[in-house]
């Protein structure tokens, strides 16, 4: 009985002993699997780390310090063929200036509305629109009966006149003799004075009239008419004078512009006006002659600040060789400033490029190579911009043919997207 017992125990002792024992194996081989799980999702982080790092490294290599946005390789024949000019990028003064839009006006100051002194009936037209005309040119014939009038007025004292010195004359020769007294000598000079007087009044008249007396010899039985003069040389630019009609001081029968010289009505921005001076020069140029650039000067700045534009009106007097500049033109007026007391570096407006909505010129990197490097841009002065930043002084630049470049870097993009390399 007592061994069958010992033999029962030792059983159950194996039996409880194994179960414990595995349950120790089974909890140390989760732990492994768990550390080991841990490792490899450390080595996984690890890996994507430095790929992403090595992708990130890649990227800056495809671009250098200065940031190009592309390339392109051409030959010095391919140049040539071109028009691509490189130079070094050079500093140099940048004299500001102020854009404005403006109006082509006739000068003011040498515009003449041309219309009888008198009223008269119109019989002879002598000039048309467009007539280059000179001063004291007549343009026009009236037949006037107050110049009638006048002239009949004129010639009675003219003929009272001879009458007057011809009894002046016959007096002195009575006095001389002792025949006539001498208070007749007085009254006859007193009556001849007042002759003089009245025919030069007359005279007066008719040269107010526009009627010069030297027409007036030997022409005593012809109908008077009155002439209507040019007062100033010019162009005819407008005609009202028609054959039949009457016309009178109130009217005028043309107009004459002397347009050697214009007016050129611009509006300067109010912020402006601290730059603006009397007597400031200016280039002028209009739509119809792009090429050309006249200089000018500000002869007036208006006083008054116009409340809706907050711009003031400036007149630029212009000289007009040729009669290019024709009023109502619109034209561009460029105010040139000061130049800057330091040099700034700069490039032809024509070297600059936009390329991928960045402004770029193109550097050369060798004889054969360009890169299209970003720049920041400054100033603009006649036709050169300023370079704030993205180009070095001594740096080679294509100063022409910036454009061939520009299409041959877009070229490029489109094989690339296409599949295809260069």
């Known amino acids: 009985m007592n061994k069958k ?3 029962i125990g030792l059983i159950l002792a194996v039996a409880v002993g194994g179960g ?4 120790s194996t089974q909890t140390g081989n989760s732990g492994v699997k768990h550390a080991e799980h841990k490792d490899e999702k450390a080595d996984v982080h690890k890996e994507e780390k ?3 790092h090595k992708k990130e490294k890649e990227g800056h290599e495809g671009h250098d310090e200065h940031g190009e946005v592309g390339s392109v390789k051409m030959t010095a024949e391919l140049q040539k063929q071109n028009g691509v000019v490189v130079a070094a990028a050079k500093k140099q003064q940048l004299a500001g200036s102020i854009s404005a839009t403006g109006k082509v006006e006739a000068n003011a100051d040498r515009i003449a509305h041309v219309s009888p002194r008198i009223s008269g009936k119109i019989v002879a037209v002598r000039a048309s629109l467009g007539d280059s005309v000179s001063s ?8 006037s009966v107050e110049l009638g009038e006048a002239l009949g007025r004129y010639h009675q004292s003219k003929t009272k006149l001879a009458l007057a010195q011809s009894n002046m004359d016959r007096i002195k020769g009575l006095v001389e003799k002792k025949i006539a007294a001498r208070k007749d000598i007085l009254q006859a000079e007193t009556d001849y004075k007042t002759a003089q007087t009245e025919l030069h009044t007359d005279e007066e008249r008719l040269s107010l009239y526009g009627v010069a007396i030297a027409d007036l010899k030997g022409d005593n039985h012809k109908r008077p008419l009155l002439p209507v003069r040019s007062p100033i040389s010019g162009t005819i630019t407008e005609k009202h004078a028609i054959v039949g009609e009457l016309s009178d001081p109130s009217k005028s029968l043309y107009t004459v512009a002397d347009l050697s010289s214009v007016w050129v ?12 001076r009397k007597g400031q020069g200016a280039i002028v140029i209009v739509g119809a002659f ?5 200089r000018g000067r500000i002869t007036y700045i208006a006083d008054l600040v116009d409340e809706s534009t907050r711009t003031v009106k400036a ?6 060789p040729g009669r290019k500049l024709k009023p109502e033109m619109f034209a561009t007026v460029e105010l040139a400033l000061a ?3 330091p040099p700034v570096l700069v490039v032809p407006e024509d070297a600059l490029q936009d390329l991928d909505g960045k402004k770029v010129v193109f550097v050369a990197e060798n004889e054969t190579e360009f890169a299209a490097r970003p720049v920041q841009v400054g100033r603009t002065a006649a036709g050169m911009v300023e370079i704030v930043s993205g180009l070095k002084e001594g740096e080679n630049y294509a100063i022409k043919g910036s454009f061939i470049l520009k299409s041959e870097v877009k070229k490029g993009e489109v094989i690339d997207e296409h599949g295809h390399g260069k």
Do not use: H
Not at 20 to 23: A, D, S, T
Not at 265 to 276: A, P
């Open 5 to 7: 017992a010992i033999i």
């Open 20 to 23: 414990f024992l595995y349950r």
């Open 50 to 52: 430095e790929g992403d």
């Open 136 to 143: 004291g040119q007549a343009l026009a014939t009236l037949d």
């Open 265 to 276: 009505l611009v509006d300067i921005n109010e912020k402006d006006l601290s730059k603006v």
């Open 290 to 294: 792009p090429d050309r650039k006249l």
């Open 315 to 320: 007149r630029i007097e212009v000289a007009n």
């Open 339 to 341: 130049a800057d007391a």
